[in-house]
């Protein structure tokens, strides 16, 4: 048997100790969602470690500092609108209801039903669906209907600039985090709207699966 909740607050402890984990808020989310309950079981036994892992299609669930460090720089407290571009597994919308109290609402999209499914799956087990919401379809082009979002959290790697539709569904105090692919590497960006253009912030290199495109 393995000890998931010890070897979870080492993770979150050496989170903290590397400067990652910055509020209490984000602490306590970290804390609380069971990581290993978004993976498969042959899977489990690295839930904490801390690194990306191949899951279903070629996709990954971020490693544990990517998800802590963009919640930081997202800035969540309960009440928000949330939009996420690649559920994946559904466990950074997990850590991201916790990182809200579970109050507001987190609509997040992904591109491959059966990844929907499975998130799904994952995030009705832990009680998070009223707070979740998972639709299915490309992300690149946000979902107008609930829209404006107060935080837009991107999961894939979108081409040189942030995608239009994105930006337009960001309100004018909201903020984005999205890794953008630029010549030779990814860079992650905090982006806000400025008299309605982006301000872009770099914060790291990074290394994200390609944001996916369907046809107009
Ligand atoms: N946030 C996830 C990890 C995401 S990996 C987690 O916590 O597990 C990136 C995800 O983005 C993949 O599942 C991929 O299928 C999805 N994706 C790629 N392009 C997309 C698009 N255009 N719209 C929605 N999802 C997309």
Not at 20 to 26: A, G, L, Q, T
Not at 104 to 128: D, H, K, M, S, V
Not at 143 to 161: C, G, M, S
Request: glycine fraction near 6%.
């Amino acid at each position: 048997m393995i000890d998931f909740e010890s070897a979870r607050r080492r993770l979150v402890s050496m989170l903290k100790d590397e400067g990652i984990i910055k509020s209490d808020r984000v602490e306590r989310a970290m804390l609380s969602v069971p990581r290993e309950e978004f993976l498969p079981n042959y899977l489990r036994l690295y839930a904490y470690e801390d690194t990306p892992l191949e899951v279903m299609y070629g996709q990954t669930i971020s490693a544990p500092h990517m998800v802590a460090m963009m919640c930081e720089l997202l800035d969540l407290k309960p009440g928000l609108k949330v939009l996420e571009v690649g559920t994946g597994t559904g466990y950074h919308a997990a850590v991201c209801a916790e990182a809200m109290e579970r109050r507001g609402t987190i609509y997040t999209i992904e591109y491959y039903p059966g990844l929907a499914l499975y998130a799904t799956q994952n995030l009705a087990r832990l009680g998070y669906l009223g707070i979740v919401h998972v639709f299915i379809g490309d992300g690149s082009k946000g979902l107008p209907k609930y829209a404006p979002f107060d935080r837009i959290l991107v999961t894939a790697a979108a081409p040189p600039k942030v995608p239009p539709k994105l930006f337009e569904q960001l309100s004018s105090d909201g903020i984005m985090v999205i890794p953008i692919e630029e010549r030779f590497t990814q860079v992650l960006y905090v982006v806000t709207k400025e008299d309605g253009v982006p301000h872009m912030r770099p914060v790291t290199y990074v290394s994200f699966v390609k944001m996916r495109y369907s046809e107009e």
